[in-house]
């Protein structure tokens, strides 16, 4: 059962007891492989087995690398480095392959890549100051 947590405007399912967020607040993320899932029931994919499958090992991968993330041991692990290369990969394939809804996965990869690949509170500023968007 979800229960608002004290001065939070998250359930407590997405939070552990210290008050910091678990894997589990990247999941509704993947409702935005909606349109793609809809077209591939539907028959609108080419080669849905491929679309399926890709569609799967998306799926798999990002609540590895989502679950995995938040715990530092288990986010500096080469597996979970791994996992997340190869979510890359599946993710530029259906991209390239299919197109249209199934460019919505980009930015799954990017919360995913996000909360692996954390930068220090230092390099921040100094990222932000090159790009220019101060």
């Not at 229960?3 to 894997?23: E, I, L, M, N």
């Not at 609540?63 to 597996?79: L, P, W």
């Amino acid at each position: 059962m979800l229960r608002w947590g004290k001065g939070s405007c998250r359930p407590r399912a997405a939070v552990d007891r210290g008050g910091q967020p678990r894997g589990i607040a990247l999941l509704p993320w993947l409702l935005l492989g909606m349109g793609a899932i809809s077209h591939l029931v539907q028959g609108h994919t080419p080669n849905p087995w491929i679309g399926g499958m890709g569609l799967l090992t998306f799926n798999s991968l990002y609540i590895y690398v989502a679950i995995r993330s938040f715990e530092k041991e288990k986010r500096d692990a080469v597996s979970t480095r791994v996992a997340l290369g190869l979510l890359t990969l599946v993710t530029c394939a259906l991209g390239m392959g299919y197109g249209g809804n199934w460019l919505l996965f980009f930015p799954l990869l990017g919360l995913a890549t996000g909360a692996v690949v954390r930068m220090s509170v230092t390099v921040s500023p100094l990222i932000t100051n090159a790009v220019g968007l101060t």
